[in-house]
C-alpha cells in the first residue's frame, strides 16, 4: 500500500554534494516546489485568485531565501576574507 505522505508529497533522490546542510536546503528546495504546483494548480482551477497565488508564491520563495542564507549554501566557509587580496591588501 501506498503511504498518503509519499504519494502527497513526493521526494526526489538527491545526488548532490552530500553534506547536512545541502540535504536540509534539497528537501526545502522540493518542498518549495511542491507547494508552488499546488499553488498554481488552484489558481488555474480559480479557487484563488491570481494576487493570492503571487502572495503566497512570494512568502514561499523568501523562506526558501531565508533557508539558504541560514543554511549557508554557496558560501565556502574555509575561504579567508583576505585570501583573494595581494601583498599590497588590494583586491586583485
Do not use: H
Amino acid at each position: 500500500m501506498v503511504d498518503k505522505d509519499n504519494f502527497l508529497y513526493p521526494r526526489g533522490r538527491y545526488y548532490g554534494q552530500v553534506k547536512p546542510e545541502n540535504l536540509v536546503f534539497n528537501a526545502n528546495l522540493q518542498e518549495f516546489a511542491q507547494k508552488i504546483s499546488y499553488i498554481c494548480n488552484l489558481e488555474t482551477a480559480g479557487k484563488i485568485t491570481p494576487q493570492e497565488a503571487y502572495e503566497q508564491i512570494k512568502v514561499l520563495w523568501k523562506n526558501l531565501k531565508r533557508s539558504k542564507k541560514q543554511l549557508r549554501i554557496g558560501e565556502n566557509p574555509f575561504r579567508l576574507d583576505n585570501e583573494d587580496n595581494d601583498e599590497t591588501g588590494t583586491k586583485s
